[in-house]
């Protein structure tokens, strides 16, 4: 019999599904650009950060939170959290920022269930993408 997977693993499986997601849905010919620098490089050599820390269950997988970054500003210069923030609002309307900054302060505690279910959501969306 199998052994179940444990909730760690099954959250790093969701981060992983995710952040290909996230990397590949606005790619031309596999080339992403990072949304703080406009740097320009294959998907896969690029990360998927966080406008909120992913620490905060509220927002780690909402994918207006998470854009495509290069190492440099999101490792390096720590996420370039106010160029990040400017271009979220200039993206998806004035003050997307600041609900982002007050959704991730919610208290979220996703089920076994929820988590497998955005697994199967972003497998799918990943896969409708190739």
């Not at 760690?8 to 990072?34: H, M, Q, V, W």
């Not at 909120?52 to 997988?61: G, L, M, P, V």
């Not at 400017?86 to 609900?99: F, H, N, P, S, V």
């Amino acid at each position: 019999m199998a052994k179940k997977p444990t909730r760690k693993t099954i959250i790093k499986k969701l981060d992983t599904i995710f952040s290909i997601y996230i990397r590949r849905r606005y790619a031309k010919n596999d080339i992403a650009e990072c949304f703080t620098c406009n740097k320009q490089s294959h998907w896969k050599e690029l990360q998927c950060g966080h406008f909120q820390s992913r620490k905060h269950y509220a927002t780690r997988w909402d994918e207006t939170n998470c854009q495509v970054q290069c190492a440099g500003c999101n490792v390096f210069k720590y996420g370039e959290q106010y160029i990040f923030g400017k271009r979220l609002d200039a993206k998806y309307g004035k003050g997307t920022a600041e609900k982002l900054y007050i959704k991730a302060r919610k208290m979220v505690k996703l089920s076994t269930e929820d988590l497998f279910s955005l697994i199967n959501k972003y497998e799918h969306l990943t896969n409708t993408l190739k």
